[in-house]
């Protein structure tokens, strides 16, 4: 591991401050050091921020819930107000990670957190377009398997693991995030980018800024709302395809509704298109399974990952049956 | 330092990463590792461990799992994977369950650490180690330190009462020899005792 030196930040105004050449924040390291380990993140600073009095989940006047950016992840999902109000957030965090790695981990660091793509974490792949911009993909022709159908380019097929994300886009979450130029606020749809041609840059936080909480707005579909995450084992696994679903239903009939895909897809995946074809109609298997595959039209397969295919339009199914028997 | 190509590090290293994957295509010669500009740092740091207060000198780099095994000698926790893959590195900081490789040292001035060694009390075992040994809850024991760690922390935790919630609840602890319903039997042993 690259040596690096560490100091430690008690509010957002100092961990700013002691950012320099080449530095990272780092809260629960799940994926920091994880990374650092490998070589693949090679910091010469770290900012510890674990002492930030960012560690709240608040209930707004509005009725939006404000998440600090601290919040352990295992905190967020054992919260009374999200599990009553935005159960999806809470299913899907429990169905991420292991308990540890859920006692450690942050809000903020969920939503930053890498792919699992084999060639990003191995150096020894020169290839590798995210670690060193330029050099090709070598998953494109290589094992795929665990990569994106949904998002990619000629440039990076790297899906985006994160469970919280997914229910989050489903939730219309806002990010906070503090900087130089002051704060600003980003929709969580908008929070992520798409590879094209600049791998190397996943979201839209830049050098010097710190996100500092996630609010996520009262909404007639939240508290109707589910999170079905398939993989190869029952536990501790990152998604083949994952659904985070919410509906606003009356009787039968659906209001709006929100669909997002986790494991197929390059930065968390809002389907706006199965979104359309349900607004408006009845609550019934058949229009779900229209949705899904409205959802999949425009999705792409690798040579091993095409089963993703299928299996996110079932996961999309089920997430919307258990949202629609709430 | 220079690595020829394809030497026993690379190739762990691409094992820990690459988990299932591939055959070898696509190997460059890995790129020098350490950038020499940026100097070894180290910090004193005040550790209280399974009760004492512990002053130690580490390098930032050092995992706060490495800094029990190697540094103080508690080899009680174990390195299984080294990424938070397995659990075995389990240990409990102020009271929480986490894993211990994938934290640094230099992080945890002032933090309370529990071990495995700091779980018996003047030599009488903890319930949760009793109730593994009653229920034959390990085999070759490896994984058993981080098993012990995680289920006790777990009593502490609003985990559902069902057999599957208590699975799902350690599913962050890996036991490659099977122990799996033996520990399941150990832990509810403890719970019910509790309740």
């Known amino acids: 591991m690259q040596p690096f030196s560490f100091t430690q930040a008690r509010s957002e105004d100092e961990a700013l401050a002691q950012l320099r050449q080449n530095s990272r924040f780092i809260a629960g390291g799940t994926t920091l050091v994880d990374l650092m380990k490998l070589d693949v993140e090679t910091p010469a600073h770290l900012v510890d921020i674990n002492a930030l009095p960012l560690n709240k989940i608040e209930t707004l006047p509005d009725g939006s819930l404000r998440i600090g950016a601290m919040v352990r992840n295992s905190d967020l999902v054992h919260d009374a107000a999200v599990i009553k109000n935005f159960p999806v957030l809470s299913q899907a965090l429990l169905a991420g990670a292991s308990a540890q790695l859920r006692n450690m981990a942050t809000t903020g660091g969920n939503l930053l957190q890498r792919t699992r793509c084999y060639y990003f974490r191995d150096p020894a792949y020169a290839a590798c377009n995210k670690r060193r911009p330029g050099s090709g993909c070598a998953a494109l022709e290589g094992f795929n398997r665990i990569h994106a159908v949904l998002g990619g380019s000629e440039h990076c097929v790297a899906t985006h693991p994160s469970d919280m994300a997914v229910a989050m886009v489903a939730l219309d979450a806002v990010v906070h995030i503090r900087g130089p130029k002051g704060e600003r606020q980003v929709k969580i749809e908008d929070f992520h980018k798409l590879p094209g041609t600049t791998p190397q840059i996943e979201t839209v936080v830049e050098p010097?800024?710190?996100?500092?909480?996630?609010?996520?707005?009262?909404?007639?579909?939240?508290?109707?709302?589910?999170?079905?995450?398939?993989?190869?084992?029952?536990?501790?696994?990152?998604?083949?395809?994952?659904?985070?679903?919410?509906?606003?239903?009356?009787?039968?009939?659906?209001?709006?509704?929100?669909?997002?895909?986790?494991?197929?897809?390059?930065?968390?995946?809002?389907?706006?298109?199965?979104?359309?074809?349900?607004?408006?109609?009845?609550?019934?298997?058949?229009?779900?399974?229209?949705?899904?595959?409205?959802?999949?039209?425009?999705?792409?397969?690798?040579?091993?990952?095409?089963?993703?295919i299928e299996l996110a339009k079932m996961a999309l199914v089920r997430a919307l049956n258990e949202a629609a028997q709430l | 330092m220079d690595s020829p190509g394809w030497n026993r590090r690379s190739f762990l290293k691409a094992a820990a990463a690459a988990g299932a994957a591939a055959a070898m295509p696509d190997i460059a010669v890995p790129e020098p590792q350490v950038k020499p500009d940026v100097p070894a740092s180290s910090q004193s740091i005040r550790l209280k461990v399974n009760g004492t207060s512990r002053q130690l000198n580490v390098d930032t780099r050092a995992t706060l799992l490495d800094t029990l095994r190697e540094q103080m000698g508690m080899a009680g926790t174990k390195k299984g994977c080294d990424h938070g893959q397995c659990g075995a590195c389990t240990v409990h900081v102020n009271g929480r369950r986490i894993n211990s490789c994938l934290t640094f040292a230099v992080m945890h001035d002032g933090d309370e650490v529990t071990t495995i060694e700091g779980l018996a009390d003047a030599g009488q075992l903890s319930p949760m180690q009793a109730a593994f040994v009653e229920h034959d809850a390990f085999q070759c024991g490896y994984c058993t330190p981080g098993q012990i760690m995680s289920a006790t922390a777990l009593l502490r935790e609003p985990v559902g009462n069902t057999d599957d919630d208590l699975r799902e609840a350690m599913s962050g602890n890996i036991c490659r020899c099977g122990a799996y319903p033996n520990i399941l039997a150990a832990i509810k042993s403890v719970r019910s005792q509790h309740s």
């Open chain 1, 208 to 308: 010097g800024e710190l996100i500092t909480y996630v609010t996520l707005p009262k909404s007639a579909f939240a508290a109707r709302s589910a999170y079905v995450k398939l993989r190869d084992r029952a536990s501790y696994e990152f998604a083949l395809a994952s659904a985070a679903v919410a509906l606003d239903l009356n009787g039968k009939t659906i209001r709006s509704a929100r669909l997002a895909l986790g494991g197929v897809a390059t930065k968390p995946w809002r389907s706006h298109e199965a979104e359309q074809a349900l607004t408006g109609g009845q609550a019934s298997d058949q229009a779900f399974r229209a949705a899904a595959e409205a959802a999949m039209k425009s999705a792409r397969p690798l040579r091993y990952n095409g089963f993703k």
